[in-house]
């Protein structure tokens, strides 16, 4: 749409705020109302511990916005056409898988204005961040249908998206979920300072991923997380303990800054560690890819 266009359609309603500026003041508080909403209420409620920020490269300044959906939450990078991170509540399954869609949609909410064609032909996958069967059986199809906008989509490898990758992803919905009850992911692409693009986009091109598993603490025991780095050349069938990682190595790659609202010590020592052995990884390390 042109900005001609725009303007036109706009034009009724900078009439009737020029006939009656009240209208201007009630938009005004109702967009307040909503921003507060959303910041102090909404948001939190879906993240572990603060929403992610972004304090250096490559995050900042990568003109990035949360968007909110049924079942996760992202931060959409409008500069690389990705979302920079991904996070939603693993819990018990509810609700049957439904049917996937015949395609990816373009999220009215961005920018970049990113759709399924762009992706058509570049020798890369679309790689869901919130994946679909977790986000269908925990939250449902309207929630399913959303991990279908191109917003919560990133340029995979197909041997990383349709191996190691899926293979992690199933221990999520299943083992992990069956062994620990509730948790929170946090997932997202890293990359180069100056990545390249998928040919006549604006969609960078990822070196690698991440994910984030964390466990809430309770009376009993402390939070428990566990990290993982894949490259975009990870080997379909090694083990992922291979993958391990701290989450302090995913800050200083990816620049964001995870669970800023933990107490600054346990943070520390959550953030540096790594603990397979919390999460019985060796034991379904090195389960086959669905495909």
């Known amino acids: 749409m042109t900005t001609r266009q725009v303007l036109r359609l706009l034009n009724p309603f ?23 909403y959303e910041v102090t209420v909404a948001r939190p409620a ?68 990113i759709t399924h064609q762009d992706y058509t032909g570049s020798g890369f996958d679309r790689g869901h961040m919130a994946p679909n069967y977790v986000i269908a059986s925990r939250y449902g199809r309207s929630a399913q249908l959303e991990t279908f906008l191109m917003t919560n989509i990133t340029p995979q490898k197909p041997n990383l998206n349709q191996k190691s ?27 180069d300072a100056n990545p390249k693009t998928i040919k006549g986009t604006r969609v960078a091109i990822p070196k690698a991923f991440y994910k984030i598993l964390i466990k809430p603490g309770n009376q009993d025991s402390p939070a428990k997380a566990l990290a993982f780095i894949f490259p975009q050349n990870a080997k379909p069938n090694a083990s992922l303990m291979k993958f391990v990682t701290t989450i302090d190595e995913i800050e200083k790659q990816t620049g964001l800054d995870f669970f800023h609202k933990l107490d600054d010590a346990f943070e520390d020592k959550l953030e540096s560690s790594t603990t397979p052995e919390a999460w019985r990884l060796s034991e379904v390390a090195n389960r086959p890819s669905r495909y």
């Open 14 to 36: 900078f009439r009737l705020i020029v006939r009656k500026p009240q209208y201007l003041i009630a938009v005004i508080l109702a967009g307040g109302l909503w921003y507060g």
């Open 46 to 113: 879906m993240s572990y511990m603060g929403v992610p920020q972004e304090v250096s490269a490559p995050a900042n300044g990568s003109w990035t916005h949360t968007l909110r959906n049924e079942g996760f939450m992202l931060g959409y990078s409008e500069k690389l056409a990705n979302p920079l991170w991904v996070t939603y509540q693993v819990k018990e399954k509810h609700f049957n898988s439904g049917k996937r869609p015949s395609g990816f949609s373009r999220d009215w909410r961005s920018l970049s204005g």
């Open 165 to 191: 990758w899926q293979r992690l992803e199933e221990l999520v919905a299943d083992s992990f979920s069956d062994w620990f009850g509730d948790f929170w992911v946090v997932t997202g692409p890293i990359f």
